[in-house]
């Protein structure tokens, strides 16, 4: 399905890897559209800290900033302060005003309201309502607690994010799009009501929040369908953290449309690179489809094959097995550029097969 946001003209399902900082680590951006990827999520509560809104601000947004012409969308923060916070809990509190924080010595507030603001300031085509993230443990009275909350989050932040359009003078092809977070855990009359409520707001996507995996590494199946089952109407169904490849096939036939994960990027950091078992097709999706090649592995040293006799990326197609290996060795930047430029291909190449239906 092919989608516009912004004029820029989307095919769905997309998967946005994390420029959590306002870069895909190791790569720049004429790597990232080399790739056939074509948006990216950036993190609200990262870049408050570093550079700053109103560094970005100055530059014109944040895809002027990082010399991007795809899609950008920016998370909300939520999920970092509150991991930042479960961590430690001196660090901050949580309260129906918003939460505060200590980051650096210096007290930062992120309410519904300031966390639209910013992200307006920062300037991306999507832009995500501030959730409460509860923990997946909570009972159901403190889990209830939490979707109040989160339901009375989202109105405040439709409304500043109406105000926000109104003072810009921004129309309907301008605006950014605003998606809503749906918490519950793993109560499915939490999540129904919550996604139902948040659909009365007014929304033009809906993410689902929180866990998708269980302990047990399964995906939270029943939570994730009863987001999509309660939201039938909207165009955008956003899995948040959902990223390996697997799941991005089992969410996407759920109803799923927009994904975005560390994973392919961090394991190319670490040398672990995605192959596909046998030639890509939609047939193949239906077994074990790929498999992770450890390059730092003896067996690689004289190996002069590409990664993936069944990748054309930039790095299958100049370099091989053995160089990869001896840059990962050696400790040189370069193996993290060429590996990440692999892994997220991986990934365009696996969305491909899904845009053209399952
Ligand atoms: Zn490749």
Request: a neutral charge; one cysteine or more.
């Amino acid at each position: 399905m092919i989608s516009k946001i912004r004029n820029k003209e989307l095919n769905l399902p997309i998967f946005c890897p994390d420029a959590t900082r306002g870069v895909l680590r190791a790569t720049d951006s004429a790597d990232i559209e080399n790739t056939d990827i074509h948006g990216l999520i950036v993190n609200t509560y990262h870049l408050l800290v570093n550079p700053g809104v109103e560094v970005l601000k100055k530059a014109g947004g944040i895809n002027k900033f990082m010399n991007w012409e795809g899609l950008t969308i920016s998370d909300s923060g939520g999920f970092q302060v509150y991991s930042l916070i479960h961590r430690k809990s001196g660090l901050g509190k949580i309260t129906d005003e918003g939460v505060s924080f200590n980051l650096d010595g210096n007290k930062h507030t992120l309410t519904p309201e300031s966390c639209i603001q910013t992200q307006f300031g920062i300037g991306a085509d999507v832009i995500i309502c501030l959730d409460d993230c509860a923990d997946q443990s909570l009972s159901e009275p403190a889990m209830i607690k939490s979707v109040d909350r989160t339901i009375a989050w989202a109105k405040r932040c439709k409304a500043e994010y109406n105000k926000q359009i109104e003072q810009r003078g921004l129309d309907n092809q301008s605006r950014p799009l605003i998606f809503g977070v749906v918490q519950g855990g793993n109560y499915i009359k939490q999540r129904e009501r919550c996604a139902t409520e948040l659909n009365k707001v007014g929304f033009d996507g809906f993410g689902f929040g929180g866990w998708p995996i269980s302990g047990d590494g399964e995906l939270n199946a029943e939570a994730l369908r009863a987001v999509v089952e309660s939201t039938k109407d909207s165009k955008y169904h956003y899995a948040l953290g959902v990223g390996d490849p697997k799941s991005c096939v089992e969410c996407v036939k759920m109803g799923y449309n927009i994904f975005d994960c560390v994973l392919p990027t961090r394991d190319a950091r670490h040398g672990r690179l995605y192959v596909w078992s046998e030639k890509p097709s939609r047939e193949v999706l239906d077994g074990k489809f790929y498999e992770y090649l450890r390059i730092d592995k003896a067996e690689y040293a004289e190996d002069l094959a590409p990664i993936s006799e069944y990748c054309d990326c930039y790095t299958c197609k100049k370099y091989t097995k053995s160089y990869l290996r001896h840059l990962f060795k050696i400790n040189d930047t370069l193996a993290y550029r060429l590996a990440s430029i692999h892994n997220i291909s991986f990934y365009s190449q696996l969305f491909e097969i899904l845009q053209k239906g399952l």
